[in-house]
T-cell receptor, first 112, second 119 residues
């Protein structure tokens, strides 16, 4: 199946800093989502971005589908940004449209 | 409802017991998914429903796990003869559709999960 690799695995930031999280995937995709899992375990949708660039407040994301990677940018980080960020993809296959494959996540800690 | 609803939020059971976990998807969503998340790992796919039928159950670990969605809305994940290794958070998600090229119809939305602890 498709491989999803996220880097870095861990990230410690000072409040106010900017950062970039990366997601590499091994096959063509028709769905790519970024999630933030908060300390209570809830998966919060950040972006649905199989291609192109989107921005939402201090967060933005870019997916270059032809080169099989996506980037999540966090600007002016805040302590509430702490948590695990997951990238998840679905491949362009006919046998399973539904399955979303997750990466291992990037654990982000923002310190005051 | 406004979001995906899962019950119970916490379940503690003894090894060998039977457990049912319930998921109520977002109203109008035809696709429903079950995932399992162990500590420190990303969610792992279990099963996906399109309507009432299981379109892909390749992630179910063994025949002790079974899921149903009899009316195409609420789904129940059933675990027989629970084992300590089944302890995890079980996540449910729904999407407007499971397939198709229309923008955002395949976007998944997750519930808060059911934390299962098998003693």
């Amino acid at each position: 199946g498709i491989q999803v690799e996220q880097s870095p695995p861990d990230l410690i930031l000072q409040e106010g800093a900017n950062s970039t999280l990366r997601c590499n995937f091994s096959d063509s995709v028709n769905n790519l989502q970024w999630f933030h899992q908060n300390p209570w375990g809830q998966l919060i949708n950040l972006f649905y971005i199989p291609s192109g660039t989107k921005q939402n407040g201090r967060l933005s994301a870019t997916t270059v589908a032809t080169e099989r990677y996506s980037l999540l940018y966090i600007s002016s980080s805040q302590t509430t940004d702490s948590g695990v960020y997951f990238c998840a993809v679905r491949t362009r296959t006919t046998d399973s449209w539904g399955k979303l494959q997750f990466g291992a996540g990037t654990q982000v800690v923002v310190t005051p | 409802g406004a979001g995906v609803s899962q019950t119970p939020s916490n379940k503690v059971t003894e090894k060998g017991k039977y457990v049912e976990l319930r998921c109520d998807p977002i109203s109008g969503h035809t696709a429903l998914y079950w995932y399992r998340q162990s500590l420190g790992q990303g969610p792992e796919f279990l099963i996906y429903f399109q309507g009432t039928g299981a379109a892909d159950d390749s992630g179910l670990p063994n025949d002790r796990f079974f899921a149903v969605r009899p009316e195409g809305s609420v789904s129940t994940l059933k675990i027989q003869r629970t084992e300590r290794g089944d302890s995890a958070v079980y996540l449910c998600a729904s999407s407007l559709r499971g397939s198709g090229s229309n923008a955002n119809t395949g976007e998944l939305f997750f519930g808060e999960g059911s934390r299962l602890t098998v003693l």
